[in-house]
């Protein structure tokens, strides 16, 4: 098939030659918005992430899962921001660190080996980082209920997420590389998929059988919610084409509507 996907077994994950050659290139496409984040950056327990205050703070959190582009990414701060208003406080934690792809490759898409930085800057490489982070938030007497939103390589951490205790609920925005469909049959919690129409990553196949899988499992709670004429990472890169322009400020509001609903 032409989509990018990985292959697992029970012990490892392997990533073949040719999976890794479609590594996506959407990834690193997108445009940089303009705006001034209105956070801070704070350490908590020995990771920096970027931290947004609702108006009122009522003891319920987002944690954004970034992309490929890292914590830094000033579109994702900016995302932030925008669902602080909705009234969660929201932390986007640093996940990938030094290794987070320069923001300048936006500039010459290009010039970067989006497959050779795969190969060692898997997701599943920061499970132990996101579940340490959403831990330590836990034990924080104002804390109250915590939810993920997953983007591109934060999807992947997104689904892990919601087949732990750790968060009330989660979801995700154009995932990178998920392990299909093991992930979407080991959810629990429920599960927002903002899905666009052109997605290597997430394609219109995967989505139709995550779609099943949700619906098959008795009592579950997801929502998915499809955009015609978006591409991988919409939501938070593609900002001069109107019609995912239009479509990222609609799925601002429905992530805000999901989280005020299941947190």
């Not at 593609?238 to 609609?250: I, N, R, S, T």
Request: overall charge negative; hydrophobic content about 40%.
């Amino acid at each position: 098939s032409s989509f990018c996907r990985f292959v697992v077994d029970e012990q490892s994950l392997f990533v073949t030659e040719s999976i890794l050659k479609m590594a996506c290139a959407d990834c690193i496409k997108g445009d940089i918005k303009e705006g001034n984040p209105r956070g801070r950056a704070e350490e908590i327990d020995g990771r920096m992430a970027y931290v947004v205050e609702p108006t009122q703070f009522d003891g319920r959190v987002l944690v954004i899962l970034h992309d490929a582009l890292g914590w830094q990414f000033i579109n994702t701060r900016l995302l932030a921001d925008d669902y602080a208003l909705g009234g969660l406080r929201v932390y986007v934690p640093d996940l990938l660190g030094e290794n987070a792809i320069p923001v300048s490759i936006l500039a010459d898409p290009s010039s970067f080996d989006v497959p050779e930085w795969a190969r060692t800057n898997h997701p599943s490489n920061a499970i132990s980082k996101a579940d340490a982070f959403i831990s330590n938030l836990r034990k924080r007497s104002d804390i109250t209920k915590i939810g993920t939103m997953g983007f591109c390589w934060g999807g992947y951490l997104a689904f892990h997420l919601g087949s732990t205790d750790l968060v009330k609920s989660t979801g995700v925005a154009h995932p990178s590389f998920p392990d299909m469909p093991s992930q979407i049959e080991k959810l629990v919690k429920p599960t927002l998929f903002i899905c666009c129409e052109v997605d290597d990553q997430f394609p219109i196949t995967h989505q139709e059988t995550a779609k099943r899988i949700c619906n098959e499992k008795k009592g579950f709670v997801s929502r998915f919610i499809f955009y015609p004429g978006t591409t991988h990472g919409f939501t938070s890169r593609v900002y001069k084409d109107p019609v995912q322009l239009k479509a990222a400020g609609e799925a601002i509001e429905e992530v805000i509507r999901w989280f005020n609903e299941t947190l």
